[in-house]
């Protein structure tokens, strides 16, 4: 794993580096979940650095194919920091989020999202 995500929320992290994928030994995709360390926070935040967090990953470099036959790729790895039970620590979600998330069940992401692409 170890893979350093931006964080794309407000709850006052900055970095986090991937520990664990929830789901499989590969590593994760779009819209699953991960545990991971905060690197870098900002002073003030939900969250402090070096606290271990769960995230879902929203925005992905690798490409993941649709049903209709279009592929959706982004420029940078992100994730939105979440609590155990799946919901959001922040209010706000900054920069597009895939609506391949609303299968995953995470329907709340997608409504703070700004731009759903």
């Keep these: 794993m170890r893979t350093n995500l931006k964080v794309v929320d407000n709850s006052g992290a900055k970095r986090v580096m991937c520990i664990q994928a929830l789901k499989g030994k590969k590593g994760a995709r779009l819209g699953d979940t991960i545990v991971a360390s905060v690197k870098e926070a900002q002073p003030g935040g939900k969250v402090k650095k070096g606290q271990v967090v769960y995230g879902v ?61």
């Design 57 to 117: 990953v929203v925005r992905a470099a690798m490409q993941k194919g649709r049903s209709d036959g279009s592929l959706v790729k982004f420029d940078d790895n992100a994730v939105v920091l979440v609590n155990k039970q799946g919901e959001p620590i922040g209010t706000r979600v900054f920069g597009p989020v895939p609506h391949e998330l609303r299968k995953k069940k995470h329907v709340k992401i997608l409504s703070l999202a700004q731009h759903i692409a």
